[in-house]
């Protein structure tokens, strides 16, 4: 229906995913706005190449593959970005006119919470797998898909992400984890 | 299996990842091996204590001003204009191309393979002659049989019963004659029992001349 010229019927096809494209999106780059700014540019990207879509494929598979490079592009930029001078210089930075953005402040709380503190002992592709497959429960196959590689790769992936996940569980957080014990 | 293949595979059978047949032969190891139960409990309970914090610490949802100017936003875009290419071959034109080409080389080679064994004319190698080997004569010409009849009057008794021939000559001799033979030729060709093969060594000129019948039966050998 959108690619026969129905714009409006573009929000129906993607309102199931909103949650998930933010969660995910979130999980991979560690803070709320660029997380909503991945998102965006998922969706729009989205709806740009909607005719690019595989029919045959799934279409959720399809927007979180768009997601997790979208997320990664972001992460990379933010990595390579320059710090700020008195951040590199190890001074404290003097606080803006109008105080810190509430967005910052809560993306700062939030970075800190219990499992973005655990899946920041996994690689970035040990992540995506992670996040993908245990989070937001997509089989291995369409993990795969949605990250365009093999099954294979999913499985030693996921097989090394749950083991660094279930050791980071048991030494940063062995309250959480008594009956893990 | 011992414990150390297990292990490594413990983390996908937490999460129900594995082939049926292979999880039954790892789950009757663990009702054995009281470690690998452990370890296979700990991974369980460490992703269930994942999944649970997953829920528990769910990300701030679109607020619905956003989520309406981000729809009014995307929507707005221009979709892209489909490439004539894709429009022609689908959405991926490289996969098409690779499939159209998986298809093509196969019957390429069916199709050479056939015309080499059905289709091609037999004809048979030319196996150059060495240079020892004396020429060929020039082949008599195929003349009607009462012409042929007065060449033979005139040309005494069908050449000499003795006479070298080439390798070519030879194969040429072994394989049955594909058009029917005249009498006269039949009766030439009947003549013609004995053939010489001549040997010449190029480092000492030794010369060893070999007779062979009809069927290249050795029949003995001059110098």
Redesign the interface.
Known sequence: M??AGK??A??PLVMPY??SL??IA??ITGN?ED??EAA?ET??RA????????RKRSFRNWLFGILVNEARKLRAERTNAPLPLETAAGTKRAPAANGPAPGNA?AAR?TR????E?LTALTAREKEIFLL???EQLS?TEAAEALGTSSISV?VN???A??K??EA??TKYPH??E??? | MNCRRIR??I??L??N?LPERKARRLRVHLERCEMCRKDF???S???R???E??DR??????TAT??RA??A???S????K?PFV?SVFG??PMTALARGLAGAVPAVVIGLVLWNTVLKPKSSPVVPAPAYVRKPEPAPPILPPALQNKNDEKEPAVRSEEKSITVAQAQEHERPATRPKEPAAAQKEASQDVVSVTLVSQDSGLKVVWFLNRNFEWKGEGK
Not at chain 1, 113 to 116: A, I
Not at chain 2, 77 to 80: I, W
């Open positions: 959108v690619l714009t409006e573009f929000e909103r949650t933010l969660n979130y999980r709320m997380a909503k965006q969706l729009m709806f740009k190449y909607l005719k690019r879509c595989d809560h939030e919470s219990r499992l973005m655990c497959r245990d989070i291995i499985r996921l097989s090394r749950r083991k996940m279930k569980i048991l959480l984890a009956d893990v014990r | 490594r595979s983390p996908l937490a999460g990842d409990r700990r991974y309970a460490a992703l204590k994942v999944k914090l997953a610490e769910t990300t701030s949802e679109w956003e989520w981000l729809m936003r995307t929507t875009a221009r979709t892209e489909r894709s959405p991926r």
